[in-house]
Nanobody, 123 residues
Framework: QLQLVESGGGSVQPGGSLRLSCAAS????????ISWFRQAPGKAREGVSC????????TYADSVKGRFTIFRDDDKNTVYLQMNSLNPKNTAVYYC????????????????WGPGTQVTVSS
């Protein structure tokens, strides 16, 4: 059974960078859409980015376009989120989720989630 685990979170100053990892185990990510979501305290979970494991097509939230990059390493069965030019508004718990269908930011449609990793952007 496919399982996901995020890593790479931490504390960074404004303008800094982090790379998050979403490692899959138990099965491959083939034929799945992998999405990154984030949830800040008191706010709804929001979609950040999505990648198709079959053709590599990507989707980004407008707020992160040009700063975040999603990519995958099939040999490592891992999807990454490279985050640059971070600002305090990016502080949240970041989750990865997987689905065989393209649901993009409809978080309620995903049934496979990792436990999350905390990202804190502060001076």
């Amino acid at each position: 059974q496919l399982q996901l685990v995020e890593s790479g979170g931490g504390s960074v100053q404004p303008g800094g960078s982090l790379r998050l990892s979403c490692a899959a185990s138990g099965s491959t990510l083939d034929y799945h859409y992998i999405s990154w979501f984030r949830q800040a305290p008191g706010k709804a979970r929001e979609g950040v980015s999505c990648i198709s494991s079959s053709d590599g097509r990507t989707t980004y939230a407008d707020s992160v376009k040009g700063r975040f990059t999603i990519f995958r390493d099939d040999d490592k069965n891992t999807v990454y989120l490279q985050m640059n030019s971070l600002n305090p508004k990016n502080t949240a718990v970041y989750y990865c989720a997987a689905s065989p269908y393209y649901y993009w930011s409809s978080s309620q449609m995903y049934d496979l989630w990792g436990p999350g990793t905390q990202v804190t952007v502060s001076s």
